[in-house]
């Protein structure tokens, strides 16, 4: 008798997360695992951060292995869903019969083209894998003039790591930067910091678009301000990979659309940034690293327990590093209005701060995150 096979299509860290939750969970049944990626599951945060400083490899940011009972197909892209014959097709021709499916395939970078903003010949460089990482990082090693396009998250960590290997740097964005990710303080303080290091930072309503000639890129401000760079460097944040998913019939609108248990159906589960999860404002995807594991822990064990799986109650955790300030966040994001400084030192450059929408920041300061999380709550 055939035993029981579950198919998990993306090996990043949420399909691994869930390949092996499934091992530890006592599952014995025949597992596969396939994805696009060329090297096994790693930790994406490390990119932006020790990978682009060089003080991390490829394998210093490798995530354990998984038990060698779980087959691992890279390098294996996934053009197809079959719902009915439950198959998964393969770009190679092939398929896979499963008899429970994990949807893990996450996101990639968006480009400025998807938003219409690009224009000329300038080729658009993106940050988002292991590759692109070590990519930027050889071009580092010229201390060449970079701008940055979006003042996110990752935006600003990139200016970080890009000012501290010599580089000249500006970062262009619609908004000032992080004000709608963090709120006004966050969003300021490390603004401060940023300009302190000498990264230039300028924003307009009206947009941004690529402008100039593969030899000479740059980018321009909807007021006619333009800046050129060695590197311009678009991150406008991610899409979904979905695209495989057309024409199965599973809600995909914007993301894979899940329950609480993270069940797209009875036996079909999804994790990660390819994830729309349920929230007050509807569908929405969260594609933070905290979600992507919370999210894989509660879909390996809804695959075995069904109704039984408690739903997952998000738990929201972020963290930065950036012009050397740390910041660790436990509760709902942006933190509005001025918060109270429960802890400052003498310096002021650690803090613990609080805001009464039940979100605690810890600032330059170590802090286990379930004490965090219990002041967030205390808020």
Same mark, same amino acid.
């Given at each position: 008798?055939? !035993? ?6 993306? @090996? ?9 939750? &499934?091992?530890?969970?006592? *599952? ?33 940011? @490798?995530? #354990? ?32 019969? *499963? ?17 219409? =903003? ?23 090693? +010229? ?25 000249? /740097? +500006? ?7 992080? !004000?709608?990710?963090?709120?006004? *303080? ?26 100039? +000639?593969?030899?000479?890129? =740059? ?30 019939? &599973? ?12 069940? /797209? ?5 999804? =994790? ?14 969260? #594609? ?7 999210? =894989?822990?509660?879909? @390996? ?12 109650? #998000?738990? #929201? *955790? ?21 918060? +109270? ?19 605690? @920041? ?18």
């Amino acid at each position: 008798m055939t !035993r029981e096979r579950v198919v998990v299509v993306g @090996a990043s860290l949420a399909g691994i997360t869930v390949a092996g939750g &499934l091992r530890s969970q006592g *599952y014995d049944g025949r597992i596969s695992v396939v994805g696009e990626e060329s090297v096994g599951a790693y930790n994406r945060p490390a990119l932006s951060k020790g990978v682009l400083a060089g003080s991390d490899g490829p394998d210093d940011i @490798a995530l #354990p292995a998984l038990p060698g009972e779980i087959e691992q197909r890279l390098r294996t892209q996934a053009t197809g869903l079959d719902v009915e014959r439950r198959r998964v097709l393969l770009a190679d021709g092939d398929d896979l019969e *499963y008899d429970k499916l994990v949807i893990a395939t996450g996101a990639r970078a968006r480009r400025m083209s998807d938003l219409g =903003a690009a224009s000329g010949g300038v080729q658009e460089i993106t940050f988002r894998d292991l590759d692109d990482a070590l990519s930027l990082a050889r071009a580092l090693r +010229t201390r060449p003039r970079v701008v940055i396009v979006g003042a996110g998250f990752l935006g600003m960590e990139l200016a970080s790591a890009c000012v501290a290997r010599g580089a000249a /740097v +500006t970062v262009l964005d619609q908004q000032p930067p992080l !004000r709608r990710q963090l709120g006004p *303080y966050l969003a300021d303080l490390l603004s401060a910091a940023a300009r302190r290091h000498g990264v230039g930072l300028v924003h307009h309503p009206g947009g941004v678009k690529l402008h100039g +000639t593969p030899g000479s890129p =740059a980018a321009e401000l909807a007021d006619g301000r333009r800046f050129e760079g060695d590197l311009v460097l678009s991150v406008v944040g991610c899409v979904p990979n979905i695209e495989w998913l057309r024409g199965s019939g &599973l809600p995909v609108d914007g993301g894979v659309h899940v329950d609480e248990r993270c069940r /797209v159906s009875a036996n079909v589960v999804a =994790a990660g940034d390819v994830v729309a999860f349920p929230s007050a404002a509807g569908p929405r995807r969260t #594609p933070w690293w905290n979600s992507a594991l919370e999210q =894989a822990r509660t879909a @390996a064990s809804s695959l075995l327990g069904g109704e039984r799986t408690p739903p997952l109650v #998000p738990a #929201p *955790y972020f963290w930065t590093e950036q012009f050397g300030i740390t910041v660790r966040v436990c509760g709902g994001l942006p933190a509005r209005g001025a918060p +109270t400084v429960v802890h400052a030192s003498d310096e002021g450059n650690q803090m613990l701060l609080t805001w009464p929408q039940g979100t605690a @920041a810890a600032v330059n300061k170590r802090m286990p995150i379930t004490k965090l999380r219990a002041l967030a709550r205390a808020a």
